[in-house]
């Protein structure tokens, strides 16, 4: 399996750099919860990594040739716009293209689309025109997309916004299971209640830089929630794992 090495990345916009000079070793079989307020960085670090945007320092996967880059990693950009009104089976069957050969579809490929129709509760939207379904539904078929892919590795931004709470909770429970198998999921995400609960490390982002990266409990603690988010927060353990709940504004 493969990890995620990032040297020394920096983003410009302008003059400003939006990500600074940042470093991060991710390896195989963690769930990566990449935090930070609107404009941290998130989804420019997420492209710069995956080489979709011009930057300096390096990116172990950006480096990569496109065709050996799209077997390695699976992405699942902010925007999710279906643009064809294709049937939901077909949709995800895209996922496949990095590993079709020249016959077409084998049983490897059709058995990777039923399992991430599966892994996503899909199997009975296989026949649906996906432009047709509801935000949350295409958002979930996107997922299966990336998941049909069966890459080592998951970029995801914001894969759960616009999902409904039992939908947030298994997909991140499935990302979760992912890291268990040997992958590498590295995922940007406002929640930060289900980051703590999912994530085994957390990288938070303020202003372009690294401010903390550790276990979720070390990483949200009171004062870089704070100085970072602008929020206090309700902590605490639980039977059923840690609870979060960001209660108040404190700027
Ligand atoms: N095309 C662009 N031109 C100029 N500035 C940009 C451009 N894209 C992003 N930025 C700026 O870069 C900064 C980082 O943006 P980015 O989208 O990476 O943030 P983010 O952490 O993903 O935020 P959010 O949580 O709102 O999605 C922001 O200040 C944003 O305004």
């Not at 930057?55 to 643009?83: D, N, V």
């Not at 058995?111 to 379904?133: C, K, N, W, Y």
């Not at 704070?226 to 209660?247: L, S």
């Amino acid at each position: 399996m493969t990890g995620l090495t990032l040297s020394h990345i920096t983003v410009r916009r302008g003059p400003c750099p939006v990500v600074d000079d940042l470093s991060l070793a991710l390896g195989p079989g963690e769930c990566v919860g990449l935090i930070g307020p609107n404009g941290a960085g998130k989804t420019t670090l997420l492209r710069a990594a995956l080489g979709l945007l011009p930057h300096a320092g390096t990116s172990s996967l950006a480096r990569l040739a496109p065709a050996r880059r799209a077997r390695i990693a699976a992405w699942l950009p902010q925007m999710r716009e279906i643009a064809w009104p294709v049937s939901v089976a077909t949709l995800v069957a895209l996922g496949r293209t990095p590993h079709l050969a020249a016959g077409g579809p084998s049983d490897a490929d059709r058995q990777a689309v039923a399992a991430a129709l599966d892994r996503m509760e899909l199997s009975g939207f296989a026949p649906r025109i996906a432009t047709r379904l509801s935000g949350g539904e295409q958002a979930r078929v996107l997922i299966a997309r990336a998941l049909a892919q069966e890459a080592p590795i998951l970029l995801a931004d914001e894969p759960i916004a616009g999902l409904d709470p039992a939908h947030q909770i298994s997909t991140m429970a499935l990302f979760a299971d992912l890291a268990r198998e040997g992958r590498l999921v590295v995922t940007a995400l406002h929640d930060l209640g289900l980051a703590a609960r999912y994530c085994t490390r957390l990288v938070m982002l303020d202003r372009g830089r690294l401010v903390a990266d550790g276990a979720p409990k070390d990483v949200l603690t009171e004062a870089n929630l704070a100085h970072v988010f602008g929020v206090r927060a309700y902590q605490a353990d639980t039977p059923d794992g840690p609870v979060f709940q960001p209660v108040e504004v404190v700027r």
